[in-house]
Each structure stands twice: as structure tokens, then as C-alpha cells.
């Protein structure tokens, strides 16, 4: 995986995303003891994040400070030429970024961003989403939660609640395609999957069932995979907090009681995080959470698509 872009999981292969996994065990001893490693002294990652971040942007920081490396960039395109008065191109802030760095993490409103300023250099690019397209690397973490958890990422049944049309959604469907998921969705209509990539997802070989609640899937749910369906819109830079805030349905909401009366015995509940009302407080102590076990193998996968891309690990 020497110099390799991390853009969409369509590019991964089954035995990639293994070979992901198994450098994260490898690395994961490091960020729970809270340790470091000098795998990556010397290099440098530069994080350009167009687009609001919290748990993507540090973990990926993280990532890079816990295997010795060093981490620049910016949060706020405003306080750079990318984002004031002169608007500077992609393409000559990501050919600068270059000569900064030796690998680009990259969040932005428009998707296909990150792909693009793939082909303007030859450092790596990792994807940390890009508008309504896709989110690799918070996907990468979620299959290895899951595949920690249960040995497999065979024969099981996921359940996406929420908007379909979320970056997210559409790498857990792409990762359908490598391994054997029964994926099931549960969306508002309006926020449901658009025709095109339902063709290409059958054109994949992924099956995909819609159930109108979410009551109705957690019988059959390995995997519960929220995000909300009040949504700002993801192909603009920055959004001012609402005054007023939609309310999520009932159709679409998990709480510890439909928990207990209506899931399966083993079944997770995952969440990329940040929750809304769509996902209860009163879950985070039980047996189906795994969210937050999620969040730190976000940094741990980080880890080792930096170790991996930059030719620390073989």
C-alpha cells in the first residue's frame, strides 16, 4: 500500500482491508496504553480540512502523533488564500501543501474533491469525506469494530438508519461488495438511495432491502448503524447553529427500551458520531453499545493507513 490515495472503498479489495485490520492490531497496543512509537519520525501529515470537524480531523492527528510523525494544517479554510478574497484553486493549495508534507488528509463540501487533488500530486491522499460521496476511513473503522467484535464480516445482517444520502452510508454499501453483508436501510422516502447508485450497486453484486421502521429490522440486525436524519446540507463549507432544530421520527430513533424488547441477542449499535435525538443517552450502558469502542478504533485504523501508505509496515 506504499503511496497509496485512500479515496473510496470501491478501490479496496477484501485482502486490503484485512491487511488494514491486522496493522491495526499491530498499532492498537500503542494508542491504548497511550504510548507512542517512532514508525513515522521524520514525516510529515498536512490536514486540510475544508469542512467542520471534530472526531476525523483529531483522531487522524492522533493517528499521526501517536506513530512519531508530525501533523500541520488548517480547520478553517477562511484563515487561508484557499478560502479569503482570492479563492486560490485546489489545485495549486493542494501542489503547495506537497512541499510541506508527505501525506494530504483532506475533508471537503465537494465531492470528489480529494480524488482531484489526488491527481495534482504524488503524496498520498486520504479521503476524511468529501461532501455527499464517501468517508473511507470512518467506514474502515466501523468494519473493524465490527470484525473485532464478531471474527467476521461474513454473513451478517446491517442495518443503515438514517439519510442514505450521507457519505458514510455509501462506503458501508461499497463494503457490502467485498464481503458477504445482507444490508438493509431505514430512511425517510426523501432521504432515501438515489437510482444511480442503486444500479450500481446491483452492478456490484450488493442487495440492498428497505424496511419502513426501525423496529421492524432490529429482529434481523447484526449490526445497527445510526446517523440523522436532521441533516445540514454537506456540500457547503460551514453552517450557522439553528435557532430551531427538527425533531428525528420515531421511525428512526433507537432508545434502550425498543433496544431490549426488540433486538437480537448480540447485535451492536454503531454510530460515527455526532448523535441527535436519533440515537437515546440511556444506550451508552448497555450491551449493544459499541460506539465509543468505534471512536478509538478510529485512531487505531488511522494508524495504520498512515503506517501502511507512508512504507512504514509492509
Known sequence: MLGRDVLSLKDFERDECFTVFQAADELATFARRRRGTDLLRGKILVTAFYQASTRTRLSTEAAMQRLGGSVLGFADPTMTRAGDFYQESLRDTVRMLELYGDVIAMRHYRQGAPAEAAGYVDVPVINCGDGWGEHPTQVLADLYTVWRERGTLDGLRVVLVGDMRMR???????????????????????????????????????????????????????????????????????????????????????????????????????????????????????????????????????????????????
Open 168 to 314: 458514510p452510508m455509501h462506503s458501508w454499501l461499497y463494503a457490502a461488495s467485498r464481503f458477504d453483508l445482507d444490508m438493509i436501510v431505514v430512511c425517510p422516502e426523501e432521504m432515501g438511495l438515489l437510482p444511480e447508485l442503486t444500479a450500481e450497486l446491483a452492478g456490484l453484486g450488493v442487495k440492498v432491502r428497505e424496511l419502513p421502521t426501525v423496529a421492524d429490522a432490529l429482529p434481523e440486525a447484526d449490526v445497527i448503524y445510526m446517523f440523522p436524519v436532521v441533516q445540514p446540507d454537506y456540500t457547503k463549507r460551514w453552517h450557522e447553529p439553528p435557532t430551531e432544530v427538527g425533531r428525528t421520527p420515531a421511525a428512526y430513533q433507537v432508545d434502550r427500551r425498543l433496544l431490549e424488547s426488540a433486538a437480537k441477542q448480540g447485535a451492536m449499535v454503531l454510530h460515527p458520531l455526532p448523535r441527535m435525538d436519533e440515537l437515546s443517552a440511556d444506550v451508552d450502558g448497555t450491551v449493544y453499545q459499541r460506539y465509543f469502542a468505534e471512536a478509538f478504533n478510529a485512531v487505531v485504523v488511522r494508524m495504520a493507513l498512515l503506517a501502511l501508505t507512508l512504507g512504514a509496515m509492509p
